[in-house]
């Protein structure tokens, strides 16, 4: 099985933009979507990407996600960030019928 | 909306065994696969097990195979977990989650990724 290696922490301002990488340690990132997930504190996890790039209705376009090939990583980027952002992030694939988490990033909106 | 509405947690000493639920409710619960995940004190998430949409599949994290056994009871809208030779390093929070695939009419697709998440149930295992 291959890994998902996330940034423990990241921060950034209000209004301005952040990424979140996520590396995955082997195959290609291309090889099998790539999910981001928000949980707020004391909340479940809710969907903000799907399929690398796809947004779920009622995910504002603030958020997008893309794949490189040349890092073997996955990226989230928030822009126009809000308070409201402020929250854990995960990044999830799959290997086989096995699902593969992200250690997850926090991401601090000062 | 979806709702999965977890149940069954709680303490419990190592070795013991302790059996979640999870009732889901507006949605055709037999079109999509089910999964359990969980999330240590403070920790990330960590897929736990996954059963297919007829119950005739299961599939284990390493960690858990040979202890914990996921069911389903379509009749009932419900997937289970039997956890058994429970250790310390199983205590946490247990999601119940759906797959976004989902299908119908004999053609069945699986996403491979969550689209619906329970509010969880916490096990604690301690002596």
């Known amino acids: 099985n291959f890994m998902l290696t996330q940034p423990h922490s990241v921060s950034e301002s209000p209004g301005k933009t952040v990424t979140i990488s996520c590396t995955r340690s082997?195959?290609?990132?291309?090889?099998?979507?790539v999910q981001w997930y928000q949980q707020r504190p004391g909340s479940s996890p809710t969907t903000v990407i799907y399929?690398?790039?796809?947004?779920p209705s009622g995910v504002p376009d603030r958020f997008s996600g893309s794949i490189d090939s040349s890092s073997n990583s996955a990226s989230l980027t928030i822009s126009g960030l809000r308070t409201e952002d402020e929250a854990d992030y995960y990044c999830q694939s799959y290997d086989g019928s096995t699902l593969v988490f992200g250690g997850g990033t926090q991401l601090t909106v000062l | 909306q979806v709702q999965l509405v977890e149940s069954g947690g709680g303490a419990v000493q190592p070795g013991r065994s302790l059996r979640l639920s999870c009732a889901a409710s507006a949605f055709t619960f037999n079109y999509y696969v089910m999964y359990w995940v969980r999330q240590a004190p403070g920790k990330g998430l960590e897929w736990v097990s996954a059963i297919s949409y007829d119950g005739t599949s299961e599939y284990y994290a390493d960690s858990v195979k040979g202890r914990f056994t996921i069911s389903r009871d379509n009749g009932k809208n419900a997937v289970y977990l039997q956890m058994n030779s429970l250790r310390p390093e199983d205590t946490a929070l247990y999601y119940c989650?759906?797959?976004?695939?989902?299908?119908?009419?004999?053609?069945?697709?699986?996403?491979?990724?969550?689209?619906?998440w329970g509010q969880g149930t916490l096990v604690t295992v301690s002596s």
């Open positions: 082997s195959g290609s990132i291309g090889s099998n979507y």
């Open positions: 989650a759906r797959d976004a695939g989902g299908g119908g009419s004999g053609n069945y697709f699986w996403a491979k990724w969550i689209d619906s």
């Open positions: 399929e690398d790039n796809q947004r």
